[in-house]
């Protein structure tokens, strides 16, 4: 995008970006999970229904996470909330609510999308995501406070807890191996094989002291996309070229870590109205403005468009072949890229052929399977405006990060070579077209009037458009892809068996960069799920291990969480509220927080 650095945010704060975040809580497509199941069982002999990264499965997981939390019968009718209770948790750490504080003119989203082909889904957490809704956001409606990882996973067991060390302010700097353990630097899918790690590393300062957190079991690693992806490069788990060009000794030469690295990309359309909204009521400084019910007001009113919406029957085919068709010609611009993004040395053939299932599923299947091509949102946080926002969901463009020194104290290289493949902006351009007419259709053009930025003439042309998304889209601080849970032939960083990095016999990956591909919703919510199935599959692990009288039964460190603390989360994953078990200690090293060990 002409060179423009954007800012990524993260949080950098005990429960991690789920302290600073925007709140949404929104599950993605069926058929996304699915597809991401059948690309993690593409090598193996058992079916992708058997796994546990298989919709149902992990709707389980998400469940397990939260507890639903109603809307009062006035909020309800004010912003035309409809939901099905029982398509969510009831027990579990994260409160799944809704603002204690509406504006009526929300009750204008779900019928102008619906003029639009985008009809009101009165159930999009069960598995179809695709139409118009209010989202629920992360409240707990007890008290109206932010419910994330820590507040669901942490503050209820700090101090209660033997086998829990929380070192806050810590900044991991790499992993401690056992270079005993393997001699060869090619990675292996077999456990039994590779590295052992045998602690973690950490220090409060760059040029502080370092200090090493014994490990008797494993480390889990959850310090988010970027995180845990520069925490695995630092200790010598990445592509060759990237960890030599750093100066840091090559352990195992796992060339997908940090490859395809994604993120959804958001642009805004700015319009005057003449309705009150929050941001109005913020600037007022009234006694209104300061009560726990209007604080608790967030946006949340979305919609996941579908191609059949964006462009009309004949241009949706059009952009469908040609993407398809470009394939191999992408592909080839991928693979030449290289691991920096420079040229100057090609990506490894595995990480070339996940990129290709990639997009073979991006164009055949979530294309054309109705899942949401792009998120539509409205903002009522600017006083005297109304701001109407699309995200792009299913970016073919993908990128690399890479470090360019040892020291986790130095920021990494983000490229997510945003908007390099055509097909990305035909459909965002799309989108912008679609908030426009959207701008303009009854009831919720009542209360809009005249667009105030971009200043576009009555009809940009579609060069108008591109430069606008160019100069100004920004991150919807959805980074993913950088530690794919895929197989080895396809370029995964981790094992969908178990978590585990390749080449490593005791690390695991648990957090938001696990995903191969985009979904079509914001990461945190799915993150939760990640964490919950990962405690499952860690749980069964240790308890055979532990009845044939093995691992589960010495008294030793398991891995933690990330940001977060028990049993699962996103903002910092993982959860004690499953793994704390007795004869486990868990050792949470954090800047906000990260690993554990
Ligand atoms: C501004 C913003 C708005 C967002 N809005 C939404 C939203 O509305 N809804 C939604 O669902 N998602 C949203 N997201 C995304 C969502 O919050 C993340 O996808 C999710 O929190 C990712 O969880 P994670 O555990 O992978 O990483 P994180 O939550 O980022 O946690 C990683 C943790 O690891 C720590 N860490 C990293 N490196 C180290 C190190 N070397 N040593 C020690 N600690 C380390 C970090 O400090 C952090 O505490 C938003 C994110 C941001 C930043």
Redesign the pocket.
């Known amino acids: 995008m002409n060179n423009r650095q954007l800012s990524w945010?993260?949080?950098?704060?005990l429960g991690?970006?789920?302290t600073?975040?925007?709140?949404?809580?929104v599950r993605p497509n069926q058929v996304e999970i699915d597809a991401w199941a059948s690309l993690a069982s593409s090598d193996s002999s058992s079916s992708s229904s058997n796994s546990p990264w298989a919709w149902n499965p992990f709707y389980s997981a998400m469940k397990k996470a939260e507890t639903f939390d109603a809307p009062s019968d006035d909020i309800a009718s004010e912003a035309g909330i409809e939901f099905n209770q029982a398509s969510y948790g009831d027990s579990g750490p994260i409160h799944w609510g809704y603002p204690g504080f509406t504006f009526p003119l929300l009750s204008s989203w779900t019928p102008s999308l619906s003029s639009l082909g985008v009809p009101l889904n009165s159930d999009p957490v069960s598995g179809n995501n695709t139409g118009s809704f209010i989202a629920n956001s992360a409240i707990r409606k007890s008290d109206w406070t932010r419910s994330y990882s820590r507040s669901g996973y942490i503050d209820g067991i700090t101090g209660s807890r033997s086998n829990l060390d929380i070192l806050t302010g810590?900044?991991?700097t790499g992993i401690v191996w056992d270079n005993s353990s393997s001699t060869s630097t090619t990675p292996s899918s077999n456990s039994n094989d590779g590295l052992k790690a045998t602690g973690v590393q950490y220090a409060f300062s760059s040029a502080g002291q370092k200090f090493t957190v014994s490990v008797n079991k494993e480390v889990i690693l959850?310090?988010?996309?970027v995180?845990s992806t520069?925490?695995l490069m630092v200790s010598g788990v990445g592509p060759q070229a990237v960890l030599q060009g750093a100066g840091v000794d090559v352990k195992v030469a796992l060339e997908g870590v940090g490859a395809r690295l994604q993120d959804h990309l958001v642009a805004s359309l700015v319009y005057s109205t003449s309705e009150t909204t929050a941001g109005d009521i913020h600037a007022s400084n009234s006694a209104e403005s300061k009560t726990a019910e209007f604080m608790s007001f967030i946006n949340s009113a979305t919609a996941y468009v579908p191609l059949s919406a964006l462009f009309s029957a004949e241009d949706a085919a059009s952009v469908i072949s040609s993407a398809q068709s470009a394939m191999d010609s992408n592909v080839d611009k991928f693979k030449s890229a290289g691991p920096k993004g420079d040229g100057t040395s090609q990506l490894d053939d595995a990480v070339v052929e996940g990129y290709k299932q990639i997009y073979k599923t991006i164009t055949d299947t979530f294309y054309t399977g109705g899942s949401g091509q792009v998120e539509v949102l409205i903002a009522l946080t600017q006083p005297g405006s109304i701001i109407l926002q699309v995200a792009l969901q299913h970016p073919l463009s993908m990128g690399r990060m890479y470090i360019t020194s040892p020291s986790?104290f130095d920021s990494p290289v983000l490229d997510p070579a945003y908007l390099e493949n055509s097909a990305d902006m035909d459909i965002y351009r799309a989108g912008v077209k679609f908030l426009r007419r959207l701008a303009g259709t009854a009831p919720l053009s009542q209360y809009i009037k005249d667009q105030t930025s971009p200043s576009f003439s009555d009809s940009p042309s579609d060069s108008d458009i591109d430069s606008f998304l160019i100069s100004s889209s920004s991150t919807e601080?959805?980074p993913t892809g950088s530690c794919a849970l895929l197989p080895l032939s396809l370029g995964g960083v981790v094992s969908p068996s178990d978590l585990r990095v390749y080449g490593t016999r005791n690390v695991r990956v648990v957090?938001?960069?696990v995903y191969p591909m985009e979904l079509s919703t914001?990461?945190?919510?799915p993150?939760y799920g990640v964490a919950e199935v990962a405690v499952g599959l860690i749980r069964e692990e240790y308890e055979a291990s532990s009845e044939s009288g093995g691992a589960g039964s010495d008294n030793a460190s398991a891995g933690g969480s990330?940001?977060s603390g028990s049993g699962g989360d996103?903002?910092?994953?993982v959860g004690m509220r499953g793994l704390g078990w007795s004869g486990v200690h868990v050792v949470l090293?954090?800047?906000?927080?990260?690993l554990f060990v």
């Not at 914001?522 to 919510?525: P, T």
């Open positions: 945010p993260r949080g950098k704060v991690g970006s789920s600073v975040n925007g709140m949404y809580l810590a900044t991991v959850s310090a988010g996309a995180g520069q925490v986790t601080f959805h957090d938001s960069s914001h990461l945190g919510a993150t990330g940001g996103s903002s910092g994953a090293v954090v800047i906000g927080w990260v």
